[in-house]
Structures are given as C-alpha cells and as structure tokens.
C-alpha cells in the first residue's frame, strides 16, 4: 500500500523535532565539531519549517532557537506545558471566556508556571481570567496540541474538571474580551475544538464516568494518517 503524501503538519513536526535534538545536543556538548554539525541540523529544521508555511526566514527561525538554548539539563529542549480548566456549576452549564487575542472562545488556559503544581496553576488561571474560585476535582485530558493542529509550537496541554466554589465572574481585561456561564445546548461561538473536547466536559460535568483522553501513539510514530476525534481517542489503562 503506498505511503501517503507528506502533509504540512508532518514537515512541522519533523522541523520541530529536529530542532528539539539540536538544541539539546547544544546544551550538553562541548566539542566545537559537534555544535557546529547541531547547527547545521538546526539550518535544516529551518528549512523544513519554512517548507511547512513558517512566516519567519530561515535565518530568524536558526537565531530565535539559538537563543533558547541552555546548558545541560537546563538546556534539554521538551515541549512548553499549558494547564485549562473546564469548570461546571450547580446548574450543569460550563465557564468559557472569548480570548482578547483570537476573539475565539475557549475554557480557561494559561502556561504551567514555575513553583506550582498543575491543580494549583489551573485554580490560579481560572481566578486571574474570569473571578471564579474553583476546586479540582481530577484531570480529564493530556494533548498534544501541535499534533491536533492547534499550535504551532510544540505544546503538551492539561486538562482538568473542576467544581466552582465561589467568586463572581470578572473578565481579565486584558486576557478575555468576555466570559460567561452556557449550557450545553446554548454555546458560543467560534468555540474551539469543542467536537475534541466538549462531549467528555459536559460528561464530567454531568458527574458521569470519564476516562483520561490522549492521543494514541501513531504506526510508525512519525506518520501522520489523520487525526481520530477526541471522544475516545486513548484512555488511561486502555
């Protein structure tokens, strides 16, 4: 059976990749041969990332990836880490906010921080983007984000369910251009990837029984052969 085409989400992930190798080999190295073959690696990936539709030139993306590199552990190049949280009230009816920035809706999200837990960044993030006070009550979801096609930038997300407890909602002003309560049958839109991961919120919220969903490994790893929709797509324990 023939292979099929090469997309651009593959040639984003092996440009990623490639680089992610690079610039850890440029933290752990100290021969001047082998920083100057994992440059020329990280020339490659630039290539292959403009080939993908990257708005940068090969020159900007090879500095911008030099500047990110460290040393030793420091330096070992993994994906950047989001928390969200999908937050159900007594009524059933989930807590969205409208990004400032993509005018898209969404649960609340922001980056893992340093010195916290995840439950303790996604109770932060939902207090600092809408006002509410909430309590985890487990996590619901791990993505990857560049390979659903979300993010361009190699990105693990968190997913948890949470209880509101308290606040009264209060849109970020500068991170949410509006916020609210909705009904499953009542959403806003454009609300993103809600086919991905609406079924299984509004299962959670329903206090129905929701295994943990992530994407299972593909065959062979470094193929894409389309994405499987996100109710179902892996299961803790499975």
Not at 76 to 93: H, L, M, Q, R
Not at 117 to 124: A, D, G, M, N, T
Not at 171 to 191: K, N, T, V
Request: glycine fraction near 12%.
């Amino acid at each position: 059976m023939a292979e099929p085409p090469v997309t651009e989400a593959d040639l984003l992930r092996w440009s990623e990749a490639l680089a992610g190798i690079a610039r850890t080999g440029l933290g752990f190295t100290e021969s001047l041969y082998e920083r100057e073959r994992f440059e020329e690696v990280l020339k490659v990936a630039a290539d292959i990332r403009v080939a993908a539709g990257s708005h940068f030139d090969v020159d900007d993306l090879v500095h911008e990836w030099q500047k990110q590199v460290g040393k030793g552990v420091a330096g070992y190049a993994t994906p950047k880490i989001g928390v969200g949280g999908v937050v159900g009230n007594d009524k059933g009816e989930l807590l969205l906010i409208k990004r400032a920035d993509s005018g898209v809706w969404l649960y609340p999200t922001g980056w893992a921080d340093v010195g916290y837990s995840p439950s303790e960044v996604v109770v932060k993030e939902v207090f600092e983007e809408t006002g509410i006070e909430c309590v985890p009550e487990r996590i619901i979801g791990v993505l990857d984000n560049l390979r659903a096609g979300i993010t361009r930038i190699p990105l693990y997300s968190l997913v948890f369910h949470c209880r509101a407890v308290g606040g009264e909602l209060n849109p970020h002003p500068l991170e949410c251009a509006d916020a609210g309560w909705f009904s499953e049958d009542d959403l806003p839109s454009p609300l993103a990837g809600i086919d991905r991961w609406g079924p299984n919120a509004f299962a959670a919220l329903r206090g129905e029984p929701v295994d943990v969903f992530f994407q299972p490994p593909r065959t062979p790893i470094w193929r894409e052969h389309g994405e499987v929709a996100f109710e179902g797509e892996g299961r803790e324990g499975s």
